[in-house]
């Protein structure tokens, strides 16, 4: 078996269930690597067993089905500035880029969805703009759903001074409080157990990874807590919905700046019109 479709055929395991909405059994994985290679199906078998093995892989169970994801056990690059790694690995992050460790929980937000993936990718693009980052670095950030408090902590990695992260669940404030002291940063991150209704002040950077409802619910209240000149990092929603929210936040007093999309989901950074007293 040559090196190089070895490779093609682990890389396609990997990029197939990075990318799925759906989860993937070994078999259905399998049948989906033999049409897509043109491999044979012991092959593909074998190298499956390997990802599993080497620790790319691991099984999860649902519902008395299992199921493939890729393991959060190793190492991976989810923007041009961010790595994300297991808590017990040390990393020599660069100077330009960020590692976020995370011990593996229930919580939303370890890099396997797309829209985490999208959400860190518009943080590193907004915060990488010098306008855009001379203007928040000294502020405070919110995260509205912080799940594992992954996007609070890239934001905090990057240069803002301070975050706030809300959550409803206790098992996602605990694992975030958690992942917050792994990455050395519980004097400058708060997880609350607030509605956002209770939450007072403003904030230069705004992140939500939320479903189309919620963020249309928010839309009034993050205008209030936003300051002119910060910005708005909104995922969670499909491709086709993209123009209705945009509409929905430009009505409220933002502009759309740049959008993402991964495997038909979406991204999108505003940032707040107006001046200091808006």
């Not at 012991?42 to 008395?64: A, C, H, N, P, S």
């Not at 703009?129 to 670095?137: A, Y």
């Not at 519980?186 to 939320?210: C, H, P, V, W, Y």
Request: net charge neutral.
């Amino acid at each position: 078996m040559g090196r190089g479709l070895r490779e093609f055929i682990k890389e396609s395991a990997l990029d197939l269930i990075f990318s799925s909405e759906e989860k993937y059994t070994f078999n259905r994985l399998l049948k989906e690597l033999v049409i897509r290679t043109n491999a044979e199906p012991i092959m593909v078998r074998k190298l499956l067993k390997e990802l599993v093995d080497e620790g790319d892989l691991f099984y999860t169970y649902q519902y008395g089905c299992s199921f493939l994801e890729r393991s959060i056990n190793k190492i991976f690059s989810v923007s041009e500035r961010v790595l994300l790694a297991p808590a017990g690995v040390s990393v020599a992050s660069g100077e330009k880029k960020i590692c976020v460790k995370l011990e593996r929980g229930a919580s939303f937000g370890t890099g396997q969805h797309p829209t985490t993936r999208l959400s860190l990718q518009a943080i590193d693009w907004f915060l990488d703009q010098k306008d855009f980052f001379d203007t928040v670095s000294k502020g405070i950030a919110l995260d509205i759903g912080t799940g594992s408090g992954v996007l609070a902590i890239a934001a905090v990695k990057f240069g803002l001074h301070q975050a706030i992260g809300l959550d409803i669940e206790s098992i996602s404030r605990k694992e975030a409080i958690e992942n917050i002291a792994i990455n050395g940063l519980s004097e400058r991150i708060q997880i609350l157990d607030k509605d956002i209704n209770e939450i007072t002040g403003r904030f230069s950077l705004i992140m939500a990874n939320l479903r189309l409802p919620t963020l249309k619910h928010l839309a009034a209240i993050i205008r209030k807590l936003a300051l002119p000149g910060g910005g708005l990092v909104l995922s969670g929603v499909k491709e086709d919905e993209i123009y209705g929210l945009r509409m929905i936040y430009e009505e409220s007093g933002f502009q759309s700046l740049r959008q993402w999309i991964e495997n038909k989901w979406a991204c999108l950074v505003f940032i707040k019109n107006g001046i200091e007293g808006d």
